[in-house]
């Protein structure tokens, strides 16, 4: 057979063949559910490898069957054909060339091979890019931290850390010589333990060789890009990856909750990026934060199976019961609570690893299901985030107005997923919360509304932008001013120096480079008429 015959039965074989090794990931995935996220992280690169091994085995195989029949050759595929074919009243001799069929596979498969390979240069060639332009040291006590954090992570080789004026998440270019880079707007807007966090993420990355092995990903990824088995399995290796490093990042700063709050706040920055940096972000947030809340908890001891079996019994049973029961009036918060009384429980525990006060599940949970008929006038501080609890949030779950669950419906939002309502709960939006933000000019989203309460966002905050003349806000306006930490007070500062017509993309350029009005003041001494763009390049170059 020719080249071009024996790569396009190897293309053909691989259909199958890729199909079956994801059957058999998938249920080893299954059977490790309740194992580490290593362990899920080799069998997923073991599958990977497996599909590149096959194909290449088969190519072989074709390639050394070359001077057999070709019919023999071909046979796994080639039979099938005939046999429908004979069913359907047509002689042998007139089904089309399949060497004509394979010259247009083979080609079609080179031009997307190309076409991924082009992208693939162009990332690396953008990642390259994000180490060289616009970073600068991130300063002694940062250097000391993050030195600090490669020792505790047994790092040998060298890493340098660099903010990045061009990122927008944390994120590590390089194999040999590996670089982390971190947005000046994480520095500016986020509290030191979670920066530190953060790193550690990064720098499990730099040692476990990550980004060598998402290099050697990416070309399997080209080579068998029209399978979508391979899709399936690497994203199954970039979850596990993520998970891996979320664990190690976990065992470093010592707490669930600065983490999760980390990511969270990390999430509301995120915007595209090199597919070759890697990045904090990577993966499903909310599947990522499920897990680290989860991962304490004991592993079942029954198997899956007989657990859901049980599950299904006594429910038949309680309706049985139920049925002879006296009717009983349905307690207020019976909807809201099941859903997220497992994770204030994660919450409670990871606070009582923090330093607070010792906190019982089981006090925790009924605490959780209380909280919903306990009126509160008190808004939750910058920062609540995952750890705001149920009930928490601007004006707290009112008195008589049912449920949490009736009160969100009541506002308009009916058709949530699961996985909204559990996020808006976890973060604590009320009814209350919402009817603020609609008297502050935001009919928000569910998104919307977990990104302003995970940033703080507050009625009064949105009256004193409004009073600084800032009254047609949107609300990734308000967002992005909270990540940078541009509050009101300091606005009026900036405007009380001559700069009155500032816009929301100025103010957070101003905050991204650490414009002071002490800079500004110190700036005009030298130059008088000086411009914010101009302030800007002088911080920017360390002229002054």
């Known amino acids: 057979m020719k080249f071009t015959e024996v790569l396009g039965w190897t293309l053909l074989h691989f259909l199958w063949e890729g199909a079956g090794i994801a059957v058999l990931l998938a249920g080893a995935l299954a059977l490790l559910r309740n194992a580490k996220a290593n362990v899920r992280y080799a069998a997923s690169c073991g599958a990977m490898l497996l599909m590149l091994v096959s194909a290449v085995g088969t190519f072989l195989l074709l390639a050394f069957r070359a001077n057999e029949p070709r019919v023999a050759a071909a046979a796994g595929l080639a039979e099938p054909l005939r046999w429908i074919t004979l069913a359907g009243g047509t002689s042998v001799s007139t089904l089309p060339a399949t060497t004509d069929y394979l010259a247009v596979a083979v080609w079609a498969w080179f031009g997307g ?19 060289r332009r616009h970073t600068w040291p991130a300063g002694a006590v940062w250097e000391q931290k993050f030195a600090a954090l490669t020792a505790r992570l047994s790092i040998s080789r060298p890493v340098k850390l660099a903010v990045s004026a061009i990122v927008q998440v944390p994120s590590v270019v390089g194999w040999i010589r590996p670089i982390v880079l971190v947005p000046a707007a994480v520095f500016a807007g986020l509290p030191a333990e979670q920066i530190e966090a953060l790193l550690a993420h990064e720098l499990a990355h730099v040692r476990r060789f990550d980004y060598l092995f998402n290099l050697l990903q990416t070309a399997g990824e080209t080579l068998l890009f029209y399978h979508p088995a391979m899709w399936w399995v690497s994203g199954k290796i970039r979850m596990e990856r993520e998970n891996c490093c979320d664990d190690l ?15 969270t706040e990390l999430e509301q920055m995120r915007q595209h990026k090199p597919s070759l940096a890697m990045a904090a972000t990577g993966g499903s947030l909310l599947g990522r934060i499920q897990r680290l809340l989860r991962m304490n908890q004991a592993a079942p001891v029954m198997p899956a199976g007989w657990v859901a079996s049980l599950g299904i019994l006594l429910a038949v049973c309680a309706a049985v019961i139920g049925r002879n029961a006296p009717a009983q009036q ?9 859903a997220v009384t497992s994770v204030h429980v994660q919450l409670a525990q990871a606070d009582a690893q923090k330093g607070g006060p010792k906190a019982n599940p089981q006090q925790a949970a009924t605490q959780n299901t209380a909280a919903q008929n306990t009126p509160s006038s008190q808004e939750n501080p910058r920062g609540a985030g995952v750890g705001g609890g149920v009930g928490a949030g601007v004006g707290g779950v009112e008195k008589n107005s049912g449920s949490w669950l009736e009160q969100i419906q009541s506002e308009g939002y009916r058709d949530l997923t699961v996985d909204q309502l559990i996020a808006l709960k976890i973060h604590g939006v009320s009814g209350e919360y919402i009817r603020q933000m609609r008297a502050a000019g935001f009919q928000l989203t569910a998104d919307q509304l977990v990104s302003f309460r995970i940033h703080g966002v507050t009625s009064e905050f949105v009256s004193q932008l409004h009073q600084a003349g800032f009254q047609n806000l949107k609300p990734d306006d308000v967002i992005s001013l909270r990540i940078h930490g541009a509050d009101p007070a300091w606005i009026r500062q900036i405007q009380s120096l001559g700069f009155s017509d500032l816009s929301i993309d100025k103010i957070v350029q101003l905050r991204i480079h650490g414009i002071t009005p002490e800079f500004i003041q110190e700036a005009r001494k030298h130059f008088p008429n000086i411009s914010l763009d101009q302030l800007i390049q002088l911080k920017q170059f360390g002229i002054l």
Do not use: D, K
């Not at 190309?114 to 180490?131: D, Q």
């Not at 990042?249 to 990511?263: D, F, K, S």
């Not at 349905?330 to 099941?338: I, M, S, V």
């Open 249 to 263: 990042a976990v065992e470093i700063c010592g707490n669930t909750v600065t983490y999760v709050h980390a990511l």
């Open 113 to 131: 091979v190309i076409a991924l390979t082009i992208r693939s240069l162009g990332g690396w060639a953008v990642a390259g890019r994000l180490a």
């Open 330 to 338: 349905p307690r207020r918060g019976a909807l809201a609570a099941p």
